[in-house]
C-alpha cells in the first residue's frame, strides 16, 4: 500500500530535550515536506527536499533541523524543543515538486512542556 | 503577510445544494493552485488542482475555477454529501524554482442531511 508514516504519532517531551519525529514514504517520491498545523494559522511549511542531499527552507524553519540521506525517508529534528513548538506535524511527499499532488502522513501530535 | 486567504472559517449547507469555498492570493507569482480535505486525525488529502493556464477543472462533483485578475479561486461541490463535511485547505505555488507551497487556514465545511 502506498502510503507516507509518522513516527512516533504522539509526544509529549519537556523543554530543550532533542527529539526526532521520523517520516518515510513508499512511493520513491522525490519531493519531501514537513508541515506544521496550529489553530487560526492553517498549514505552513518548515522544511521541503527536492531530493535526496537536497533541502530548504519553507516559511517557518527556525528551531527545526532536517535530512535527506536516503530518498524514502526525511527526519525533522528539534535539537531543543520550546513550548512554541508544540503542533500538528504532517509529512508530505510527491514525486515532483511542482504539479504532483503531495501524499500527507497521518500526523504527529507534539506537546512540549 | 498572508500570501493565500481563506476568509470563511466556516460554512454549513444543506446537503445537495451547492457548496462554494472561496479562496483568494496576493502573490501574483503563484501559478498553481490546489484543494486539500481534510478530516479530524488524519493528514489532508488532495482534491483538485489547476494551472493558472486554465480557468476551470473539473472532476465529478468538484470544480475549480481561477480568476487570475481578481486573485480569486472558489471550489464548488454539487450535489453537497455529508461525508464533505471536513475542512478544505486552499493551497499555491510559484513558478520558477520556488518550490514552497503556502496554505490557507482553512474553510470547515458541514453538510447538514
Known amino acids: 500500500e502506498a502510503q507516507v508514516t509518522q513516527n512516533p504519532r504522539y509526544l509529549i517531551t519537556v523543554t530543550g530535550k532533542k527529539l526526532t519525529v521520523t517520516c518515510s514514504q513508499n512511493m520513491n517520491h522525490e519531493y519531501m515536506s514537513w508541515y506544521r498545523q496550529d489553530p487560526g494559522l492553517g498549514l505552513r511549511q518548515i522544511y521541503y527536499s527536492m531530493n535526496v542531499e537536497v533541502t530548504d527552507k519553507g516559511d517557518v524553519p527556525e528551531g527545526y533541523k532536517v535530512s535527506r540521506k536516503e530518498k524514502r525517508n526525511f527526519p525533522l529534528i528539534l535539537e531543543s524543543p520550546s513550548p512554541n513548538q508544540t503542533s500538528l506535524y504532517f509529512c508530505?511527499?510527491?514525486?515532483?515538486?511542482?504539479?504532483?499532488?503531495?501524499?500527507f502522513g497521518p500526523g504527529t501530535r507534539l506537546t512540549v512542556l | 503577510d498572508q500570501q493565500v486567504k481563506q476568509n470563511s472559517p466556516s460554512l454549513s449547507v444543506q446537503e445537495g445544494r451547492i457548496s462554494i469555498l472561496n479562496c483568494d492570493y496576493t502573490?501574483?507569482?503563484?501559478?498553481?493552485f490546489l484543494w486539500y480535505k481534510k478530516y479530524p486525525a488524519e493528514g489532508p488529502t488532495f482534491l483538485i488542482s489547476?494551472?493558472?493556464?486554465?480557468d476551470k477543472n473539473e472532476d465529478g462533483r468538484f470544480t475549480v475555477f481561477l480568476n487570475k485578475s481578481a486573485k480569486h479561486l472558489s471550489l464548488h461541490i454539487v450535489p453537497s454529501q455529508p461525508g464533505d463535511s471536513a475542512v478544505y485547505f486552499c493551497?499555491?505555488?510559484?513558478?520558477?524554482?520556488?518550490?514552497?507551497?503556502?496554505f490557507g487556514k482553512g474553510t470547515l465545511l458541514t453538510v447538514n442531511p
Open positions: 502573490n501574483s507569482m503563484f501559478d498553481y
Open positions: 493551497a499555491a505555488s510559484a513558478g520558477g524554482s520556488n518550490y514552497k507551497l503556502t
Open positions: 508530505a511527499s510527491s514525486l515532483s515538486a511542482r504539479t504532483d499532488t503531495q501524499y
Open positions: 489547476i494551472s493558472s493556464i486554465k
